[in-house]
């Protein structure tokens, strides 16, 4: 009985690390079920020379919502991912209760009737995603839930209330806790509080992902608290978007990988993922003092999505602050304060190049976009370009990584941190979660000015068997599932 379908002619990056060879690619159902040399297929492509590889994996994302709201998942599918991590910096869409706003701006998206982790993925699921999703549960929507937003430590009541929540979601199948420390309200924790709650993934073997609570002046201590929770809560650790942001703290990501090194060599067990680009991105009002402006950052600031000025949406600050006669504080005061100045997210232009080529070399480091899937706005380019940008900018223009190890990190080392299970190898009895793409034209297309551009050089994206994207054309077939934690 011929196959389903067949890739002849391709150049195999597995996943693995192993140099390439040449083979052939069998697939019936959701599996792959020969590489190597094929029999007949029901449809046959000929790859022309091209890489097949396992699909990337975005270790970042915040889609919660995004399955939800915009199942196509064109910017992701178009890129080659074909699973997500959601629920990051401790924002996620549970726990919930319906009909409850939790917080204005909240970047894990509305919830709507679940209240746990298998009615969330039930309510994904009937909208028939283009990719894979897998959870972590986040601290801020769990505090949010018992605490509110009040600005105090948790009581033990409160504390216990919470593991309750957290623990629901390892049963249900999440990968693990998230952290957003520098959020609220988060940041109000105790560092007990957060080892107290990490503690319910060791039962299930569950990782503690962090947002950690600097980034900045202090980010070596933030480390040092990151890895002491990891530490007492006896589970593995994977620090988030791992920078020294604000230039008086560029080259400080040297000494930061340098405590990751000690930590894994000491038997603790620590990864951390990267976004290829110098401006992060996240919701304005988190990061401004009303009673102390930080003016050198707001000069770096580009406005994404401003619902009360969208003519405001992809310029500077200080452009705008001169077109509006107004000085840089004002400017910021104005944008955060408005109607819906909690819902504006921003784009900062804080870390240095040099640093992401550190941080690119170290062997723990994994592939995250760091998206917010905010698409009526001007979203930041990495949420349409950050798995092509790997492969362009840092493998084939600037040899910092190999192209096999680059979709190795992006692939079977991610689905390994994250408990995804026959997945992020091409291999015999695998889910044919698959990308090819030509190496030598693969491209982000995405700019800071224009970020809603689909990328070049990537001819096919195949999920769980099914070809969902196809030379730039989404089919619409709707194969991406809910994945649970080593199950």
């Known amino acids: 009985m011929p196959a389903d379908l067949v890739i002849r002619n391709a150049r195999i990056i597995d996943g693995s690390g192993a140099a390439a060879f040449p083979a052939d ?38 889609d919660d919502g995004a399955f939800l709201l915009h199942p196509d998942m064109a910017f992701k599918l178009a890129q080659g991912v074909t699973t997500d991590i959601s629920g990051n910096c401790g924002f996620s869409t549970i726990p919930n209760e319906p009909g409850r706003e939790y917080m204005p701006g909240d970047i894990s998206g509305p919830g709507t009737m679940w209240r746990d982790l298998e009615g969330y993925f039930e309510a994904c699921l009937a909208q028939k995603p283009a990719i894979n999703n897998a959870m972590l549960v986040g601290h801020n929507r769990v505090r949010a839930h018992v605490v509110g937003l009040e600005k105090r430590p948790a009581t033990a009541a409160e ?37 107290a709650l990490a503690k319910e993934c060791r039962p299930y073997t569950g990782i503690y992902a962090t947002h950690m609570r600097n980034e900045g002046d202090k980010l070596l201590e933030a480390v040092d608290e990151a890895l002491h929770i990891a530490r007492e809560a006896a589970i593995p650790l994977h620090i988030s978007h791992h920078k020294s942001a604000g230039r008086r703290n560029w080259g400080r990501v040297t000494d930061s990988l340098a405590k990751i090194d000690a930590a894994n060599a000491a038997g603790m067990d620590v990864t951390l993922d990267v976004y290829p680009y ?29 619902p009360d000025h969208r003519d405001f949406e992809g310029r500077m600050v200080p452009d705008i602050a001169t077109e509006q006669e107004w000085t840089i504080d004002e400017t910021v ?34 592939i995250g976009s760091d998206g917010i899937p905010e698409l009526k706005g001007n979203p930041h380019p990495r949420l349409f370009g950050t798995m092509p940008r790997v492969l362009a900018r840092y493998v084939r223009e600037r040899n910092v990584l190999t192209l096999e190890d680059a979709v190795r990190r992006m692939t079977h080392a991610s689905c390994l941190r994250f408990g995804l299970v026959d997945r992020g190898l091409v291999r015999e009895g695998y889910y044919a979660d ?48 809910m994945l649970r934690f080593k199950r």
Not at 44 to 51: N, T
Request: aromatic share 6%; hydrophobic share 40%; charged share 20%.
């Open 333 to 366: 005061r104005e944008i955060v304060t408005s109607p819906r100045g909690r819902q504006v997210i921003c784009i900062h232009f804080i870390i240095d190049e040099a640093d992401i080529e550190t941080n690119l070399r170290h062997p723990k480091m994994l």
């Open 159 to 195: 504390v216990a209330e919470m593991c309750g929540h957290i623990a629901t979601a390892m049963e249900q199948g999440a990968v693990g806790f998230s952290t957003g420390l520098i959020y609220e309200p988060g940041r109000y924790s105790t560092t007990d509080e957060v080892v």
């Open 434 to 481: 698959l990308v090819l793409f030509d190496p030598g034209a693969v491209k982000d297309l995405a700019t800071y000015e224009q970020p809603k551009q689909e990328p070049a050089g990537i001819s096919m994206v195949i999920v769980n068997g099914e070809v969902a994207c196809e030379n730039g054309r989404h089919t619409g077939v709707g194969s991406g599932r």
């Open 278 to 306: 110098t401006a992060g991105s996240g919701p304005m009002w988190q990061y401004v003092n009303l009673d102390n402006i930080d003016t050198e950052w707001a000069e770096g600031v580009m406005i994404a999505s401003c």
């Open 25 to 62: 690619v069998s697939i019936s159902g959701d599996r792959i079920t020969a590489v190597g040399t094929a029999g007949a297929g029901a449809r046959e492509v000929d790859a022309k020379g091209q890489v097949l590889s396992p699909g990337f994996v975005d270790t970042h994302s915040h």
